[in-house]
T-cell receptor
Framework: TQLLEQSPQFLSIQEGENLTVYCNSS?????LQWYRQEPGEGPVLLVT?????EVKKLKRLTFQFGDARKDSSLHITAAQPGDTGLYLC??????????????FGAGTQVVVTP | EPEVTQTPSHQVTQMGQEVILRCVPI?????FYWYRQILGQKVEFLVS????????KSEIFDDQFSVERPDGSNFTLKIRSTKLEDSAMYFC?????????????FGNGTRLTVT
């Protein structure tokens, strides 16, 4: 089983500050996805990264996939209260033909206060 | 935007009872999944389903669990004899399919409480 470690577990910042969330593994992933989850709801997809070194931007969110495809980061610029949520990373290894068997990290709870 | 829908949103059952959790995946998706999340824990893979059969299942998905696609739209998870430790949020997900890196789309989940 491939393990994904997310850090930090909890992050509380003021509106306007920047933050970075990390997702690390000793295993290589074919793809990695970032989700945000609100209490009582399902994870909502933010982005999929596939290529080592890939950088994707989604408004104030920047996602990076490590060159070796073992780690990823999510950076939020000028955080807003609406960014509050549980951020999950999930990796998939398709070399084993485990199609859709994503391994999830435990998540980083982000709280942005006005 | 199309979405995965799950019913009911909350199910309370007594230990030993059978429950069926229902999902309607996105209509043009070919791969279907169940995941679960015990309160305060990680989202865990249970089973994947493609072409009317199970593709893969985890060690959690024992003989008490079964999945079915009874018609062209519904995808169900049945737990035959529920245990207290089955209490969790159960998420259905679907995916368009190969060969692209299509993402998983999740429903909002069914909260199962076993008493």
């Amino acid at each position: 089983t491939q393990l994904l470690e997310q850090s930090p577990q909890f992050l509380s910042i003021q509106e306007g500050e920047n933050l970075t969330v990390y997702c690390n593994s000793s295993s290589v992933f074919s793809s990695l996805q970032w989700y945000r989850q609100e209490p009582g709801e399902g994870p909502v997809l933010l982005v999929t990264v596939v290529t080592g070194g890939e950088v994707k931007k989604l408004k104030r969110l920047t996602f990076q996939f490590g060159d070796a495809r073992k780690d990823s980061s999510l950076h939020i610029t000028a955080a807003q209260p609406g960014d509050t949520g549980l951020y999950l990373c999930a990796g998939e290894d398709r070399t084993t033909d485990s199609w859709g068997k994503f391994q999830f990290g435990a998540g980083t709870q982000v709280v942005v206060t006005p | 935007e199309p979405e995965v829908t799950q019913t009911p949103s909350h199910q309370v059952t007594q230990m030993g009872q059978e429950v069926i959790l229902r999902c309607v995946p996105i209509s043009n998706h070919l791969y279907f999944y169940w995941y679960r999340q015990i309160l305060g824990q990680k989202v865990e893979f249970l089973v994947s389903f493609y072409n009317n059969e199970i593709s893969e299942k985890s060690e959690i998905f024992d003989d008490q669990f079964s999945v079915e696609r009874p018609d062209g739209s519904n995808f169900t998870l049945k737990i035959r004899s529920t245990k207290l430790e089955d209490s969790a949020m159960y998420f259905c997900a679907s995916r368009q399919g190969r060969p692209d890196n299509s993402p998983l789309h999740f429903g909002n989940g069914t909260r199962l409480t076993v008493t």
